[in-house]
Each structure stands twice: as structure tokens, then as C-alpha cells.
């Protein structure tokens, strides 16, 4: 306990022994000085509670007190516990603002002895390729592509925005991946860019690109909804640190795109955000419109979100490239709060470098962020794969979710001169570090459930935010500790781990590293590897035996892809090796057709 806490507490508890010692023993009686203040004897506040109520909430917590200690735990709860949620039930009630972070800082950096200081640099390749004759075939085209174009003044910013504006309107009715189109703020942004280009000021690889971010991210007198029913008219008075960088890396706004409400999955008050190449199932989310759009060639990047997953998932199923940078790397300043030790922001695009580029421009330390830190950032795009350590975990890649897609990015490493390295993690109930997650996202969103305002969320299914939020009342504050002990654990034998290698190769969808991994802090890289057939539309929610999944018959060819982990803050290694096998695999070529 925080000794200024104790202090409080013992100090009301204290005044409430001294009065009612007071009370008993007459006016004349005084406190003995020196007398210590007590747990347990504050004024009696709360409903009264008895035994019983102990014996039921046993069931929750998976605990058992014998019957005499519920009967004593219950005989003084309103003097001793009860009083512990004031700041909550009143009468002194504290407000805690949206921006208000715990006390408590995840650090990944706390265990290993690793440096993270130095310069950043950035070494990208040399592109010289010519301007497609068609709008489509742009549209299409990487960062690294188009930024070229622009930079040549082959192409302008405000003809690339036009083009990007013309292909939101047109599919977003089938893909539903737009919360706000920003197209007079985005042609002001191009002209602007064109304007600077052509006078010679030019700021770099993403100065005159269009994105689209996800409507988490605060802007300026633009919308931010988070994609739920209670904030759709939210409009910020100030942008997020990221769209700050961003606009000062001369990057063009076209679009808020859409996640799933409050950044679950991928259905939000307007809908549910299609897969571009497969329009019967959903894109996956959160970061839903992030990977419809850049699949789509709507955008030239996106910015997503990762807490669990939010960036692998839609990176795989929309077969786009996601970078999931370490935990701090970018600083989340007015962006929605769902879970502060694990929230992350991090690029969404149609190549492996493209993603570096993005990442570059939106790293950095904030003081809006308590956790974001300042660490170099090194990549070198023509620095040799060869002899890099890969690790990978044999009994992953024998079972699901891996497939031979998976199997073959493992072989075609090894094809490239990178080096296996077989590792095993320890067999612990992973999921466990959830806790952790679900506590946290209670209490970002507690007006929200305790106002009921999370009725007027669409999805009220079992496993959605509100009743998720609800029953995350009754996680137990211990537990919550233990899991924290836990989360240290599980990162100190990830350290041990990559200790041994440079980098892993995983199943992107395996439950156990996609927990591990967001617990940890450590970066990921998802990007396409390949296709393959699936005969049923995939959903992001528990089955529904009420609303069984579409069947195909015969099944249809999607894109499939592999994550590579790296250590922490070495995102340039990811990077390099994602480049080395994106270009052995030579499969990104191909694009859906809406």
C-alpha cells in the first residue's frame, strides 16, 4: 500500500476509534497518546452483508472460507472494505480524467540488460520506378513507390489524394471500412504538400501520402468516435501526438477508418467492416478499416492499434503488412485508452518497408505518455539476412493454426541464409495475463457501465465489451497482482529466449505468443506468406449456433500470413528479414477484386 494511502486510511480509521472510544467511555475520556490507528474500525458504510453473500461470491473468485470465516469477514466488511470504493460510490467522490494514467508503469526494458540509447538511422532502398499509366495500378502501389513518384514530382499529392477519395466513395459502400471521409481537409493537406515540394522543401518519404487512420486516433475539429454508439459525435479540440507527427512528415489525411466498437473486432455503429477479398466475412479488427483500405488500395498506409492482437489479425485476414512496434516506441497521447500497459500504435501497409517508413516518422517520446520512451530506431533496407538466428517452435508449426503457408516462410528462411533455431516456451496458462487486460479495460470505460450507457452498443452478445466490463467488477484485486507478478515471468523467460536467437517465426494467429508477445512489449511483423482455402466465412466472435457461418463449396482462395517477433525495440531487424522474405516469396503482387 502507498504509505500516503495507509496514512489516510489508518488516519479515518483511527478518528472513528478514538470517537466511539470517546462515545463509550464518557466526555472526560481522552486518547492515550502514542495509541496507533487500527484497520478495521471506520464508520460503518456499504449494505450490510452477511455470510451467505461471502459463500456466493466464493463461486466467482474460486476461493473457500470455512463458515466461520465468513462470519467474520462479513461482521466488519462495512468498517473495514466497504469504505475502499468511495472514490467511486461517494460521498467524496474523485472524477479521474480521460487522460489520467496508473500510477504503474509497464516497462519492458526492466528486464534485460540491454542498452537502448544511441542515434536513429534509417537506411531505405533505392527505388527508380516508373509512373504506372493508370489510376488503379497506383492506387495500388507501395509507400516506397509512391513516394518516389512524388518526391520526382512525377506524380503530385493532390492528383495520388483524388485518386485515393474516388476509390474510398466507390467501395466503401461494400466494405464499410469509413467512420469520416476528411476530403476537403486531405486536398488542402495535398496542395500544400505540392506547393512545399516544388519550392524544394521537402520532408521526407511520407511528405504528400495519403492515409487513413483509426477513428482512435484524436483529431482536430474532425470527428473521433472510436467506432461506438455514445461517442459517434465526439469531435477533439486537439490531434493525437501520431497525427501531430504526421503532419509535420507532410502525410495527407483521406479518411477516419473504422474498428470495431471500442476497438473490438470489427463491427462498429455503422456496420461490420468486410474482408476486400471476401466480402461474405468480416476484415477482422480491431484495426478493421486499417486493413480493409490499405487491401483495398483506398490508402496509401493506415495507422492501427494493437492490444491483443488488433494488428496481426487484420494483417493476416486482409493480407497486408502490419508492424506492431514495441511497447513505447510510439507515444499514444489522444489516442483512446483501452488498456494503458498494453495499447500500442503502429503502421498498416501493402509492403514490408513501407511500414519502416511510417514507423520513422511516429516514434518517439511524449509527455501526454508516460510510457513512451525515446530508443534509437536502426534499419538498414540492403543489410544481408544471412546468418540471422530465426527461432521458431516445432510443435507450433506441426499443428493449427499453422499451415504449409507457414511451413514454407520457415523454409524459404532457411533458403535466404537465415539460421533455425528451435525454442520451447514453458506450458503456463497464458491466458491468465488477461486479468490484466480485462481490469484495465473496465476501468478506461467504468462511466460507461455504470451509466448503462454501454446499452447503446451495438453488439450485446456474451462475449462483447459490455458485459465483459461488467463482469471484470468481480476479477479479484489479488489476482490482478498475481498476474502482474506473472506478466514479469512470462517476460523474463522471453528475454531468456531471445536471448538465444535474433528473431521468431510464428503461426500469426497462435493464442499463446499473441498474449505473450502484447504482455511482453516485444515488436511484431505480419505479413502475406501466401493463400489458402477456407470453406467457411471466419468471424472474430464465438460461435452462435443461431447465426452459424457462411459455408463455401468450394472453399475460397484468401491470403495467408506469418508474424515475425523481435526484440525489443529492434524493429529494424523484423524489418529487414520481412523485406528479405516478402522478396522470396514474391506473392504481394496480387490484389483483391471489389
Given at each position: 500500500?502507498?504509505?500516503r494511502?495507509?496514512?489516510?486510511?489508518?488516519?479515518?480509521?483511527?478518528?472513528?476509534?478514538?470517537a466511539?472510544?470517546?462515545?463509550?467511555?464518557?466526555?472526560?475520556?481522552?486518547?492515550?497518546?502514542?495509541a496507533p490507528?487500527?484497520?478495521?474500525?471506520?464508520?460503518?458504510?456499504?449494505?450490510?452483508?452477511?455470510?451467505?453473500?461471502?459463500?456466493?461470491?466464493?463461486k466467482?473468485?474460486?476461493?473457500?472460507?470455512?463458515p466461520?470465516?465468513?462470519?467474520?469477514a462479513?461482521g466488519n466488511?462495512?468498517n473495514?472494505?466497504?469504505?475502499?470504493v468511495?472514490?467511486?460510490?461517494?460521498?467524496?467522490?474523485?472524477?479521474?480524467?480521460?487522460g489520467?494514467?496508473?500510477?504503474?508503469?509497464?516497462?519492458?526494458?526492466s528486464?534485460?540488460h540491454?542498452?537502448?540509447?544511441?542515434?536513429?538511422t534509417?537506411?531505405?532502398?533505392h527505388?527508380a520506378?516508373?509512373?504506372?499509366?493508370?489510376?488503379?495500378a497506383?492506387a495500388?502501389?507501395?509507400v516506397?513507390?509512391?513516394?518516389?513518384?512524388?518526391?520526382?514530382?512525377?506524380?503530385t499529392?493532390?492528383?495520388?489524394?483524388?485518386?485515393?477519395?474516388?476509390?474510398?466513395?466507390?467501395?466503401d459502400?461494400?466494405?464499410?471500412c469509413?467512420?469520416t471521409?476528411t476530403?476537403?481537409?486531405?486536398?488542402?493537406?495535398a496542395?500544400?504538400?505540392d506547393?512545399?515540394?516544388?519550392?524544394?522543401?521537402?520532408?521526407?518519404v511520407?511528405?504528400?501520402?495519403?492515409?487513413?487512420?483509426k477513428d482512435?486516433?484524436?483529431?482536430?475539429?474532425?470527428a473521433?468516435?472510436?467506432?461506438?454508439?455514445p461517442?459517434?459525435?465526439?469531435v477533439?479540440?486537439?490531434?493525437s501526438?501520431?497525427i501531430?507527427?504526421?503532419?509535420e512528415?507532410?502525410?495527407?489525411l483521406?479518411?477516419?477508418?473504422?474498428?470495431?466498437?471500442?476497438?473490438?473486432?470489427?463491427?462498429w455503429?455503422g456496420?461490420?467492416?468486410?474482408n476486400?477479398?471476401?466480402l461474405e466475412?468480416?476484415?477482422?479488427?480491431?484495426?478493421?478499416?486499417?486493413?480493409?483500405a490499405?487491401?483495398?488500395?483506398?490508402?496509401?498506409?493506415?495507422?492501427g492499434?494493437?492490444?491483443?492482437?488488433?494488428?496481426?489479425?487484420?494483417s493476416?485476414?486482409?493480407?497486408?503488412?502490419g508492424?506492431?512496434?514495441?511497447?513505447?516506441?510510439?507515444?499514444?497521447?489522444?489516442?483512446?485508452?483501452?488498456?494503458?500497459?498494453?495499447?500500442?500504435?503502429?503502421?498498416?501497409?501493402?509492403?514490408v518497408?513501407d511500414?519502416?517508413?511510417v514507423?520513422?516518422?511516429?516514434s518517439?517520446?511524449?509527455?501526454?505518455?508516460?510510457?513512451?520512451?525515446?530508443?534509437?530506431?536502426?534499419f538498414?533496407?540492403s543489410?544481408?539476412?544471412?546468418?540471422?538466428?530465426?527461432?521458431?517452435?516445432?510443435?507450433?508449426?506441426?499443428?493449427?493454426?499453422a499451415?504449409?503457408?507457414?511451413?514454407?516462410?520457415?523454409?524459404?528462411?532457411k533458403?535466404i541464409?537465415?539460421?533455425p533455431v528451435?525454442?520451447?516456451?514453458?506450458?503456463w496458462p497464458?491466458?491468465n495475463?488477461?486479468?490484466?487486460?480485462?481490469?484495465?479495460?473496465a476501468?478506461?470505460?467504468?462511466?460507461?457501465?455504470?451509466?448503462?450507457a454501454?446499452?447503446q452498443?451495438?453488439?450485446?452478445?456474451?462475449?462483447?465489451w459490455?458485459?465483459s466490463?461488467?463482469?471484470a467488477?468481480?476479477?479479484?484485486a489479488?489476482?490482478f497482482?498475481?498476474?502482474?507478478r506473472?506478466?514479469r515471468a512470462?517476460?523474463m523467460?522471453?528475454e531468456?529466449?531471445?536471448?538465444?536467437?535474433?528473431l521468431?517465426?510464428v503461426?500469426?494467429?497462435?493464442?499463446?505468443?499473441?498474449?505473450?508477445?502484447?504482455f511482453?512489449?516485444?515488436?511484431?511483423?505480419?505479413?502475406?506468406?501466401?493463400?489458402?482455402?477456407?470453406?467457411?466465412?471466419?468471424?472474430?466472435w464465438?460461435?452462435?449456433?443461431?447465426h452459424?457461418?457462411?459455408?463455401?463449396?468450394?472453399?475460397?482462395r484468401?491470403?495467408?500470413?506469418?508474424?515475425?517477433?523481435g526484440?525489443?525495440?529492434?524493429?529494424g531487424?523484423i524489418?529487414?528479414?520481412?523485406?528479405s522474405?516478402?522478396?522470396?516469396?514474391?506473392?504481394?503482387?496480387?490484389?483483391?477484386?471489389?
Amino acid at each position: 500500500m502507498d504509505m500516503r494511502t495507509r496514512r489516510a486510511f489508518l488516519v479515518q480509521g483511527a478518528a472513528s476509534a478514538f470517537a466511539m472510544a470517546l462515545h463509550a467511555q464518557g466526555p472526560q475520556s481522552t486518547p492515550t497518546p502514542g495509541a496507533p490507528p487500527a484497520f478495521g474500525t471506520a464508520p460503518a458504510v456499504g449494505p450490510s452483508i452477511s455470510p451467505a453473500d461471502f459463500e456466493h461470491a466464493e463461486k466467482l473468485l474460486q476461493v473457500t472460507l470455512t463458515p466461520a470465516e465468513r462470519t467474520e469477514a462479513a461482521g466488519n466488511w462495512q468498517n473495514s472494505m466497504a469504505a475502499l470504493v468511495e472514490r467511486r460510490t461517494g460521498p467524496r467522490k474523485v472524477p479521474l480524467s480521460d487522460g489520467l494514467a496508473p500510477a504503474t508503469t509497464w516497462q519492458p526494458t526492466s528486464i534485460t540488460h540491454a542498452q537502448f540509447s544511441g542515434p536513429s538511422t534509417q537506411v531505405f532502398g533505392h527505388v527508380a520506378v516508373s509512373l504506372p499509366t493508370n489510376d488503379e495500378a497506383i492506387a495500388f502501389a507501395p509507400v516506397t513507390h509512391l513516394s518516389h513518384w512524388i518526391k520526382s514530382r512525377m506524380l503530385t499529392s493532390e492528383r495520388l489524394t483524388r485518386i485515393y477519395l474516388a476509390r474510398l466513395k466507390r467501395y466503401d459502400p461494400q466494405l464499410r471500412c469509413v467512420i469520416t471521409l476528411t476530403e476537403e481537409h486531405a486536398l488542402q493537406q495535398a496542395r500544400a504538400a505540392d506547393t512545399e515540394i516544388a519550392e524544394g522543401k521537402y520532408r521526407g518519404v511520407l511528405h504528400g501520402i495519403p492515409y487513413g487512420a483509426k477513428d482512435l486516433l484524436d483529431t482536430a475539429g474532425i470527428a473521433t468516435t472510436y467506432g461506438a454508439e455514445p461517442y459517434r459525435n465526439r469531435v477533439p479540440q486537439k490531434d493525437s501526438a501520431v497525427i501531430h507527427k504526421l503532419n509535420e512528415a507532410g502525410a495527407v489525411l483521406v479518411a477516419k477508418l473504422s474498428l470495431g466498437a471500442l476497438a473490438l473486432n470489427d463491427i462498429w455503429f455503422g456496420g461490420q467492416t468486410m474482408n476486400p477479398w471476401l466480402l461474405e466475412e468480416g476484415a477482422s479488427g480491431s484495426s478493421a478499416g486499417p486493413g480493409a483500405a490499405v487491401a483495398a488500395g483506398l490508402v496509401g498506409f493506415a495507422i492501427g492499434s494493437e492490444t491483443e492482437g488488433s494488428i496481426v489479425s487484420p494483417s493476416m485476414r486482409c493480407g497486408v503488412t502490419g508492424l506492431r512496434p514495441t511497447y513505447g516506441r510510439v507515444p499514444r497521447t489522444g489516442a483512446m485508452t483501452l488498456a494503458w500497459s498494453l495499447d500500442k500504435l503502429g503502421p498498416m501497409a501493402r509492403g514490408v518497408e513501407d511500414t519502416m517508413m511510417v514507423l520513422q516518422a511516429i516514434s518517439g517520446q511524449d509527455s501526454g505518455d508516460v510510457a513512451s520512451v525515446d530508443a534509437p530506431l536502426l534499419f538498414d533496407a540492403s543489410q544481408n539476412v544471412k546468418g540471422l538466428r530465426l527461432g521458431y517452435v516445432p510443435k507450433w508449426m506441426k499443428e493449427s493454426p499453422a499451415t504449409d503457408v507457414d511451413r514454407n516462410a520457415l523454409e524459404v528462411a532457411k533458403q535466404i541464409g537465415m539460421l533455425p533455431v528451435e525454442v520451447n516456451l514453458p506450458d503456463w496458462p497464458y491466458d491468465n495475463l488477461n486479468t490484466i487486460l480485462f481490469a484495465e479495460a473496465a476501468a478506461a470505460f467504468e462511466e460507461l457501465t455504470l451509466t448503462n450507457a454501454d446499452d447503446q452498443l451495438k453488439m450485446q452478445v456474451p462475449d462483447a465489451w459490455p458485459n465483459s466490463f461488467r463482469q471484470a467488477r468481480f476479477l479479484s484485486a489479488v489476482d490482478f497482482v498475481q498476474a502482474d507478478r506473472m506478466r514479469r515471468a512470462v517476460a523474463m523467460e522471453m528475454e531468456r529466449i531471445m536471448g538465444q536467437v535474433d528473431l521468431i517465426l510464428v503461426p500469426s494467429l497462435r493464442d499463446e505468443m499473441l498474449t505473450i508477445t502484447n504482455f511482453t512489449g516485444h515488436p511484431s511483423l505480419t505479413l502475406r506468406a501466401g493463400f489458402v482455402h477456407v470453406n467457411q466465412a471466419r468471424s472474430d466472435w464465438a460461435p452462435d449456433p443461431k447465426h452459424p457461418p457462411q459455408v463455401f463449396t468450394p472453399g475460397r482462395r484468401v491470403p495467408h500470413g506469418v508474424t515475425l517477433i523481435g526484440k525489443l525495440f529492434a524493429e529494424g531487424t523484423i524489418v529487414q528479414a520481412g523485406i528479405s522474405l516478402e522478396k522470396a516469396l514474391g506473392i504481394m503482387s496480387e490484389h483483391p477484386q471489389l
